[in-house]
């Protein structure tokens, strides 16, 4: 039938409307499609009953495939108005042909006009409900977005200030408002200008100034503001600037921090960390530094001046009156010093009762000398404290130098050293620095403060004396006697660093260590020599005697090298059992009772207490050098009656004696004369290496005095 | 964060849409006056623009169908636009009924009337977001929700791309999707090119600079190198009718006027 020519026709039209719409089909989907449709119109067209509203279902089915285009509409109804009437199968007889083709092709328009209409009108109401319908998501969105932003606003524990670009504050939060103590209100009337602090740094203001302008886009910095209230406050503050889409500014936001009491903390512990809690003075730290500072500076002709001061006889007042009173006493004498200094002038507390006064841009010595008396001046009139009036006198060490010719640490040690030396000199007085005698006063202090780290690198030695029996020309003891090898000073004796050890203390270590030598040579001789080997006699310092662990320590040291307390014999002087303290004496008394031989040395040196002899447990007496001098010939008769007095005293007490200081023959003879039981000194050998006494022991040198006699 | 959360500006329908504007092209009604009238003054400039729309979705179809014949179930279409005859669900659901399909656009209002037509469809959705938020995208509980990521996916950008300026880089924004591509993924793309009508490209461009929206077209070496990491499928990147054609006839005698590149690559 009409098949074939339903498919040609297809094919043309399909050639026809390609591309004058959009479908979702290809040409070969498209050309199938639209052959139902033919289809479809041939028998509408071709049925017994005429019914036109077949073009009108074609017309709305094509514009349900998406055939849009009014050139598809028109292509079509040319198409069809010339090929209808032309079909091969005729249209039923008494059909009006060209009426079918014009209601056809009519009916066919008007479907794919309205339904075309129909669809538009769906598409643009889908359309526009999609616009609303995203903008009220983009509201809602927004919405949500500046309830979380308000929410952060208001929430937050940061002060968040809005501002626009000509400084005006917009708006201000909760936590800016208590920062500041100023309301919202009152902050929307201020100007970003107003909030200048007088000692803000000029570069604050112009960062702000670029970032107003655009050049950067934001800053932080800590920066003080004034409160409402006159009071002031730091913040960390960070400044932004927003910008719109095109990127130019817009506003500014401001966070800030309240870093107050944090700056607060800090200042405290800087504060703690340079001053003296009891009296707010400066401490030593801070000392150090404004030292540094005037040293960094540029030195030339500039000059500073240092007072040390300390007060004396302060350990009296702290201990008799406790430390409450000591502290109140310290206070008023911060206040007096720090009432006599102006400008330029540091009160420092260095420790204890100690002071310094920093003197910055002296004009010479004298300026130092009236701050000096200024000084003692303020301190003298009587301090109260509790109802005790109190006196303070002070020693006063004053250092007044050019800048470039010394240093910080030198600078206070010599004006240390002066201080002593006022305080020797009769306290309640000030000593001005002497560069002679503080030169001897630093080499001992500098020879006292390296001693044990001497002692330990084994600088110092030990040399051995004879004691020679007077009756058997044999040896009977040798002293044991301390020398130091300095690197720089050559070989010193005790004369030259005993004294400086008893001061600082440090004799208790090398005292210790002495006998601890002598000992082992006493054992090494005892091994060596049996019964011949001789005493050892160690000299005992007047501090030894106040170690608590003396008893133990000797006791230890025997033990240690097997040593019987008879081969050990222990020399002191009257000086040392001087005083009230019961200590030493008891002390003694144990060595003695363990059987150390107790020697008292220089007798007759000073002034004698021949009592002391029946109170103390001794076993020997040494006369002094001074009776060997007195032995010397001619002989004064007097002296070798005194001797012999003695003597006898000594042997009446059950004690040995030994003469000191024996140079000649005549003395040797006379003390033998006199009784004396042992003799030492230049007669008999110097101090010498242990060596030096196996030589005598072993018969090499014959004991000089054997030769004499 | 969705880049558009805190703007309120951005559904503008007082100024045209590349996606209303292409559904005008495309014979559609989802377009307001102003992108009707920016859509006439393209077409009066160059008329053949909607063949070449229709090119463009003939090709997204083929690729949809290509896909899906090489085991590709589900589908992330970016820059989908405002839906119309032959969708990529519609498209895809017709080979494999549970393809699954999440549209991606930053449209709001394409991104809405999706929604609207896609309610109740169990297995495409659509996300409102930036083809460069790629994370975001990738963790939309929607997209989440349809897509395997141990799978292999169909990725298409189809007419897309040209809208991203040459500054966003978006040789390295394929990049990132590439990463999250299991193999045996796909990307399908399709780009406008000035090389097939030099002499129209120029007062093209001009007029969607002026309306906004520029564009950037790409030659073919620039399109290729968009497929580093890819390999591209036969016959590579070609004229849009050029691509695996569905009849010799659907040809016509000069491919180049439809001046935009299409391309299929395997993530293998
Ligand atoms: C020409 S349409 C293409 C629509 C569809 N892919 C097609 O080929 O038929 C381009 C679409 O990309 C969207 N688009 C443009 N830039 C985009 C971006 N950066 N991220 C996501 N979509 C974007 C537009 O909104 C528009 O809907």
Same mark, same amino acid.
């Given at each position: ?68 285009? =009014? ?90 200030? #809005? ?33 200048? $602090? ?19 886009? $934001? ?6 503001? !004034? ?49 003296? /809690? ?79 006064? #920093? ?36 020693? #006063? ?9 010394? !240093?910080?640490?030198?600078? #206070? ?99 210790? *260590? ?10 090494? *001789? ?59 004496? =008891?002390?003694? =008394? ?26 103390? /447990? ?17 002989? !004064? ?67 000089? $005095?054997?030769?004499?006699? | ?89 519609? @498209? ?15 449209? %709001? @209002? ?23 938020? @790629? ?16 799978? %292999? ?20 924004? @394929? ?59 036969? %016959?590579?990147?070609?004229?849009? %009718? ?27």
């Amino acid at each position: 039938m009409n098949h074939a020519d339903c498919e040609v026709f297809a094919q043309r039209w399909t050639e026809a409307i390609v591309g004058t719409s959009y479908v979702a089909m290809g040409r070969h989907m498209l050309a199938r499609h639209l052959l139902e449709l033919t289809h479809q119109l041939v028998e509408g067209f071709l049925a017994a009953e005429f019914d036109p509203s077949v073009g009108r279902d074609v017309g709305v089915a094509m514009v349900e495939k998406h055939f849009t285009g =009014t050139e598809t509409l028109k292509e079509t109804l040319a198409l069809i108005a010339e090929w209808l009437p032309g079909l091969s199968t005729p249209a039923p007889p008494g059909a009006d042909v060209a009426g079918r083709v014009a209601q056809l092709v009519g009916s066919l328009a008007a479907g794919y006009a309205s339904a075309l209409r129909e669809r538009s009108l769906d598409e643009q109401d889908a359309i526009y409900r999609a616009g609303l319908r995203a903008r009220r998501q983009a509201e809602q969105a927004l919405a949500a977005s500046e309830a979380k932003f308000r929410a952060m606003f208001t929430e937050a524990k940061l002060g968040i200030g #809005i501002g626009d670009l000509e400084g005006n504050i917009t708006d201000a939060n909760p936590a800016l408002q208590e920062m500041f103590g100023y309301t919202r209100e009152e902050f929307t009337r201020l100007n970003v200008s107003s909030m200048v $602090h007088p000692e803000d740094a000029a570069s604050v203001w112009e960062v702000y100034g670029e970032l107003i302008r655009g050049e950067r886009d $934001h800053f932080r910095m800590e920066k003080r503001f !004034n409160r409402r209230d006159g009071g002031e406050i730091w913040t960390d503050l960070t400044v932004s600037l927003v910008r719109d889409e095109g990127g130019a500014p817009t506003y500014q936001v401001a966070l800030l921090e309240d870093v107050s009491e944090r700056r607060r903390l800090q200042a405290k512990l800087q504060y703690q960390a340079y001053h003296d /809690p009891l009296t707010a003075l400066a401490n030593r730290q801070m000392v150090t530094e404004r030292l540094d500072q005037v040293f960094a500076g540029p030195v030339s002709q500039r000059r500073v001046g240092l007072c040390f001061l300390d007060l004396d006889g302060f350990k009296v007042v702290n201990d008799s009156l406790g430390h409450d009173v000591g502290d109140q006493l310290l206070k008023t004498v911060a206040s007096r010093l720090t009432r006599c200094c102006g400008p330029g002038q540091l009160v420092a507390r260095m420790g204890g009762d100690e002071f310094l006064i #920093i003197v910055e841009d002296t004009g010479g010595e004298a300026d130092m000398a009236v701050l000096a008396d200024r000084i003692l001046s303020a301190l003298a009139a009587p301090v109260r404290v509790g109802g005790h009036a109190l006196t303070v006198r002070t020693s #006063i060490g004053v250092v007044e130098r050019p800048v470039a010719d010394t !240093n910080p640490a030198d600078l #206070i040690q010599a004006a240390d050293i002066t201080m002593y030396q006022a305080k020797a000199g009769g306290k309640g007085r000030y000593a001005m620095f002497d560069q002679h005698r503080n030169a001897s006063e630093v080499a001992d202090f500098t020879l006292s403060a390296t001693m044990v780290a001497a002692v330990a690198r084994g600088e110092f030695y030990v040399v051995y004396q004879p004691l020679v029996d007077l009756g058997q020309g044999t040896l009977r003891a040798v002293e044991a006697l301390v020398r130091w090898r300095h690197p720089t000073l050559g070989v010193l004796g005790p004369e030259r660093f005993i004294r400086l050890a008893e001061e600082s203390g440090s004799i208790v270590q090398l005292g210790h *260590w002495v006998l601890a030598r002598a000992c082992e040579q006493a054992k090494a *001789w005892r091994d060596a020599f049996g019964d011949a080997a001789p005493l050892v006699s160690v000299n005992l310092a007047p501090r030894q005697l106040h170690e608590p662990s003396l008893v133990a320590d000797v006791t230890q040291v025997l033990a240690d090298n097997g040593l019987d307390p008879s081969r050990l014999q222990l020399e002191l002087t009257e000086q040392s059992l001087l005083g009230d303290d019961a200590g030493p004496l =008891t002390m003694l =008394t144990k060595l003695y009772g363990m059987g150390v031989r107790i020697a008292l040395d220089d007798f007759g040196d000073g002034y004698w207490n021949l009592p002391d002899l029946r109170r103390l /447990p001794l076993r020997e007496l040494k006369l002094a050098g001074s009776f060997a001098a007195g032995l010397q010939s001619p002989c !004064n008769g007097v002296d070798q009656r005194i001797v012999r007095a003695l003597v006898d005293l000594a042997h009446a007490l059950d004690l040995t004696v030994t003469a000191e200081g024996v140079e000649t023959l005549a003395q040797c003879e006379r003390f033998q004369a006199a009784g004396c039981d042992t003799g030492q000194g230049a007669w008999f050998g110097l101090p010498g290496a242990a060596e030096q006494i196996d030589a005598l022991l072993r018969g090499a040198h014959p004991l000089c $005095h054997r030769e004499a006699l | 964060m969705e880049r558009s959360s805190w703007a309120s500006d951005d559904v503008d329908i007082e100024h045209a849409s590349p996606a209303r504007v292409y559904d005008y092209y495309l014979g559609g009604s989802h377009n307001f006056a102003v992108d009707r009238q920016m859509a006439r003054q393209a077409i009066e400039l160059w008329p053949e623009l909607p063949l070449i729309m229709q090119a463009n979705r003939a090709f997204l179809r083929r690729s949809v169908r290509y896909l899906v014949s090489q085991g590709i179930t589900q589908f992330l279409d970016i820059g989908s636009g405002i839906p119309t005859e032959g969708n990529v669900h519609e @498209v895809a659901q017709t080979a494999a009924p549970e393809a699954r399909v999440v549209y991606v656009d930053v449209d %709001p @209002v394409a991104a809405a009337h999706s929604r609207a037509i896609l309610a109740g469809n169990q297995y495409a959705d659509v996300v409102q977001a930036d083809l460069r938020d @790629v994370t975001a995208i990738f963790d939309n509980p929607r997209a989440r929700r349809l897509l395997d990521p141990t799978q %292999p996916i169909g990725v298409l950008m189809v007419a897309m791309l040209h809208f991203v300026p040459d500054e966003a880089g978006p040789a390295s924004i @394929v990049g990132q999707y590439r990463k999250m591509m299991p193999l045996g993924s796909h990307l399908v793309l399709s780009h406008a090119t000035h090389e097939g009508r030099p002499d129209q490209a120029g007062s093209h461009t001009d007029l969607y600079r002026r309306a906004g929206a520029p564009l950037t077209m790409r030659s073919r070496l620039q399109v290729e190198t968009l497929f580093d990491g890819f390999d591209l499928v036969a %016959p590579g990147v070609v004229f849009l %009718p050029l691509w695996r054609p569905d009849s010799p006839a659907d040809v016509d005698d000069h491919p180049e006027r439809f001046t935009g590149f299409a391309a299929v690559g395997r993530r293998g």
